[in-house]
């Protein structure tokens, strides 16, 4: 029964991969992007026969602009999304004697560097950690700290925003939030929603378990209120209550973390399920274009597999 469910369903839409994914976005239409795990690789494969000119058109859904990539980087097989573990930011501050707060100014200029990046290069969407669940049990100061950057960077790169359209979202549990900083996500995600060349999602407040549970409670006041049963519960409901919901491509294609931490701490559980990771030794305030270039080139030498 489980197998002929399987073969029934349309075939899966999987992320880039060093081979296939020009051929992918050409026959499923741009609203199809998203990766649904695959249930049924063979189907896809079937179909993966385009001409060349056409695959440069339809990179990631989105208009080709003809910048040029790096050497060794090739554009087929650019992440349409990148998720990051900005780690690493105190210990640079420490290291070099300075106060954690510079360490936190020094990463966000990295971060600003790699979305000009991403928009340069086509990477359509990054996801950055920006404040985790448990960020809250730091020292008090430490926190209003990264609230008033996170306050100041939005109101400050507001212009940038519109001028590059740029579309922003804030992911996690923002009734923990000062209620000016909430509003302001408010309106900077209303203002930019109809942005579409780059999708920066903040996660602040947030953990992959938090995001977990916060799906599940919607989808039982569903049940509650008799909207859905039980039985109508599987993966592509939950993908609709998740908070990455508020992106074409929910599923990171590539994980960074810098620092040379190994762990993915809580961050888009449901959704690493089958992103390829990589580790940079670097602080988060050292990872500039080359560290980022590393990155993506490691992605592309990778075969992936998701199982099948
Ligand atoms: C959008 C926005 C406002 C961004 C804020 C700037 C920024 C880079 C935040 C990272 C926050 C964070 C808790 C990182 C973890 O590394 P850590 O700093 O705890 O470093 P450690 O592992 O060296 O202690």
Redesign the pocket.
């Known amino acids: 029964m489980g197998f002929s469910l399987q073969v029934s369903l349309p075939p899966p839409s999987p992320p880039p991969t060093a081979t296939n994914t020009a051929a992918f976005t050409l026959i499923r239409p741009v609203t199809n992007l998203r990766f649904k795990p695959p249930l049924c690789a063979s189907t896809t494969q079937q179909q993966l026969v385009v001409s060349e000119e056409n695959e440069l058109k339809s990179i990631n859904g989105a208009p080709e602009e003809n910048v040029p990539l790096p050497l060794g980087l090739r554009r087929e097989s650019i992440p349409r999304h990148v998720a990051v573990?900005?780690?690493?930011?105190?210990?640079?501050a420490?290291m070099r004697g300075l106060p954690?707060d510079s360490?936190?100014e020094a990463?966000?200029k990295?971060?600003r560097t790699i979305v000009e990046i991403c928009c340069k290069w086509g990477i359509r969407v990054l996801t950055?950690?920006?404040?985790?669940s448990d960020?809250w049990f730091r020292p008090k100061m430490e926190v209003e700290f990264?609230m008033s950057?996170?306050e100041e960077?939005l109101k400050e790169e507001m212009g940038s925003f519109l001028r590059d359209n740029i579309r922003i979202s804030v992911i996690g549990d923002l009734s923990k939030l000062p209620k000016s900083a909430v509003e302001l996500i408010r309106n900077v995600e209303e203002i930019t929603k109809n942005n579409t060349r780059f999708q920066l999602i903040?996660a602040?407040s947030y953990s992959g378990k938090y995001d977990l549970v916060q799906a599940c409670q919607r989808i039982a006041m569903k049940v509650k209120d008799g909207v859905i049963v039980p039985s109508d519960i599987n993966e592509s409901l939950i993908e609709q209550e998740l908070e990455t919901n508020c992106t074409e491509f929910p599923y990171p294609d590539l994980l960074i973390r810098t620092?040379g931490?190994l762990r993915v701490s809580n961050f888009m559980l449901w959704q690493l399920a089958y992103t390829e990771l990589f580790f940079a030794q670097s602080?988060?305030p050292d990872f500039g274009e080359a560290e980022f270039i590393e990155a993506l080139r490691s992605f592309q030498r990778r075969r992936r597999s998701y199982g099948g």
């Open positions: 573990v900005m780690d690493g930011n105190r210990r640079w420490r954690v360490g936190y990463g966000v990295s971060l950055v950690f920006a404040f985790s960020n990264l950057l996170l960077g903040v602040v620092s931490e602080l988060w």
